[in-house]
């Protein structure tokens, strides 16, 4: 099965940008759904973006429209996040996943989801 690693998190400052990777190792991504969630301090894991990886389809929590942007390498086997605009609200320990079949069409709870990166951590101060 693929195994996932995050990485591309830091301390930025209100407005910077970071760029979140999320490799994937032993099997190619092709027919995956790629989702990024994140879970901040006494907080549940939500939802964050998510990509197709055949038809590049994409998908974004209405609190990060606009301001992050889900791609892909197909070359690579990576996924990318790109995060502009960042608010102190965005804090939280970023992670990618995916479900343990191709051509599953998951919804946004953790839950669907079996294949876990372990997180990279984004700081926003104010």
């Known amino acids: 099965q693929v195994q996932l690693a995050e990485s591309g998190g830091g301390l930025v400052q209100a407005g910077d940008s970071l760029k979140l990777s999320c490799a994937g190792s032993?099997?190619?991504?092709?027919?995956?759904?790629i989702t990024w969630f994140r879970q901040a301090p006494g907080k549940e894991r939500e939802f964050v973006a998510a990509?197709?990886?055949?038809?590049?389809?994409?998908n974004y929590a209405d609190s990060v429209e606009g301001r992050f942007t889900v791609s892909r390498a197909s070359a690579d086997n990576v996924v990318y996040l790109q995060l502009d605009n960042l608010r102190p609200e965005d804090t939280a320990v970023y992670y990618c996943?995916?479900?343990?079949?191709?051509?599953?069409?998951?919804?946004?709870?953790?839950?669907?989801?079996?294949?876990w990166g372990q997180g990279t951590q984004v700081t926003v101060s104010s």
């Open positions: 996943a995916v479900p343990n079949r191709r051509n599953y069409f998951p919804g946004r709870g953790p839950d669907e989801f079996d294949i």
């Open positions: 032993g099997r190619s991504f092709s027919g995956y759904v």
């Open positions: 990509i197709n990886w055949n038809k590049e389809f994409t």
